[in-house]
């Protein structure tokens, strides 16, 4: 499992990389740290899905790492708060997000709560000025 597990940040990194992503890893695990606190059950759950279902994921050569971080990510912020996930494009238009990552859009899980703030989940290391007025909006 050691292996996997570094081959899949490897790969992670690589696609981060060639994206221009920036690392979303310790914002999730914020909300792996909420989870915990609130949600010990589902917590368990969180971890037992990173071991089984993350690491192969972005472990295997067929699939995106990236994809399979969103996913794991979209889980998360689900269980603290239901809602949907939609992509920003540099210029701040947002739409559901597509089969496909794309190139420059930034990932947000929006909960369905008003009173909640949104989850980023995938970033631009260096985001659009549109994108960062959203996240400031949205994010804090």
Request: glycine share 4%.
């Amino acid at each position: 499992m050691a292996d996997h597990a570094e081959l899949a940040n490897r790969r992670t990194e690589q696609a981060l990389d060639r994206a221009g992503l920036a690392d979303p890893r310790p914002a999730l695990r914020d909300l792996l740290r909420c989870l915990k606190a609130s949600d010990p059950e589902a917590f368990a759950e969180a971890t037992s899905r990173y071991q089984k279902d993350l690491v192969p994921a972005a472990a295997a050569e067929e699939n995106d790492p990236l994809a399979a971080w969103l996913e794991y990510g979209t889980w998360l912020a689900e269980r603290l708060s239901p809602g949907e996930v939609v992509s920003i494009d540099a210029t701040g238009r947002s739409r559901p997000p597509s089969q496909s990552l794309r190139k420059g859009d930034m990932y947000l899980h929006l909960p369905a709560d008003p009173k909640r703030r949104a989850v980023l989940l995938l970033a631009p290391r260096r985001p659009s000025e549109a994108q960062r007025e959203t996240i400031g909006l949205l994010v804090g």
